[in-house]
């Protein structure tokens, strides 16, 4: 995969986390799905947080850059646009957004810094801290459960927003290793295994031949072969005439 254009990737912001596990598992999914500006608010146990780099899984050293502030507001001081995820109504007059219109909203404020909050494990975000979001970000959780462990959270997120950005890439990556087959090899692959299919007396009786033709070639096409997949099986069908043409040899001998 071509490195990941950061520019305007968004901030995670973890205001007061408690466990430096969750900070590094943070991090860590940060990594993972292209994220690098992670901002720790006031951590309970300290920074830096050996728990952390241990859960990272070398997180910090691919290049999330970790800053720590005292306070919020230091934290949020050159983003222009800012998210906040709750789970709770916070009887505020934002909008609220799910995950895509969430990633709508920060990637149509390309010129500026963006950033997403998140709070601490045990009680989540302070109102105070979400009144100075310009939005909320909410989950489809169910709402008789909606606790989600910090690390997870940041998960959600970032995976939502690498499918909305490199999505594409991820899957060129993973696409065929071959040309596609065009027509004219098919049918010439279809009539081989055909007159192969003929010698071993396959098509019986007579009058099916043309309906189970068709259901080979259908079943061949549906499978979208490549050029050296179409050769790979020509070889073998040809192996597989050549060793019957032997068995017969043999047993007239």
Known sequence: MSEMNLQNHPAIILVCPQMGENIGAAARVMANFGLKDLRVINPRDGWPNEKARTMSAGAFDWGVNA???ETLEAGLSDLSYVLATTARPRGME??????????????????????????????????????????????PVDRSFSSLNLAQAVGVFAH???????EGEAREEFAGVGEVADRDQLVRMFEHFEDELDRAGFFFPEEKRTVMTQNLRNAFVRAEWTQQEVQTF??????????????RIERKG
């Open 67 to 69: 800053q720590v502030f």
């Open 94 to 139: 934002k909008p609220v957004f799910n995950a895509e219109e969430g990633i709508g909203a920060l990637k149509s404020r390309s010129d500026v810094k963006v950033g997403v909050m998140f709070g601490a494990e045990k009680a989540g975000l302070l109102n105070e801290d979400v009144a100075l979001a310009d939005g909320i970000l909410t989950y």
């Open 160 to 166: 939502a927003w690498a499918a909305s950005t490199i």
């Open 234 to 247: 020509r070889g073998a069908i040809k192996a597989l005439a050549l060793g019957r043409g032997k068995a």
